[in-house]
Nanobody
């Protein structure tokens, strides 16, 4: 079946960097959009960035410039490079996939979700 799995979470100091990885498996077509979301306890899950198979991206305005997505289509793997981290970036980061090419940060448009990986940034 289709699965999405994240890796790479952990702890960092403010100003530091972390890289998250996400692999989507079980897709017979490579034409899928993959995205990162994050959720702070008590708050709604928010979009971070998305990328389609052709490299088109969507970023949340507040994170563009510090966060960057890239993708290895041969592995159906999406990466999130996070730089200049702030304590406010502390959250559980989720990867999601949808079998449609258009990028979107609307969480309701994603069918498959990973279990999440924790990112903790200390000041």
């Amino acid at each position: 079946g289709r699965q999405v799995r994240e890796s790479g979470g952990g702890s960092a100091q403010a100003g530091g960097s972390l890289r998250l990885s996400c692999t989507a498996s079980g897709y017979t077509s490579g034409d899928i959009c993959m995205a990162w979301f994050r959720q702070i306890p008590g708050k709604a899950r928010e979009g971070v960035a998305a990328m389609d198979v052709d490299g088109r991206t969507s970023y949340a305005a507040s994170m563009k410039g510090r966060f960057s997505v890239s993708r290895d289509n041969s592995k159906n793997t999406l990466y999130l490079q996070m730089s200049n981290l702030e304590p406010e970036d502390t959250a559980t980061y989720y990867c999601a996939a949808r079998p449609f090419p258009q990028t979107t940060l609307d969480r309701d448009r994603y069918n498959y979700w990973g279990q999440g990986t924790q990112v903790t940034v200390s000041s």
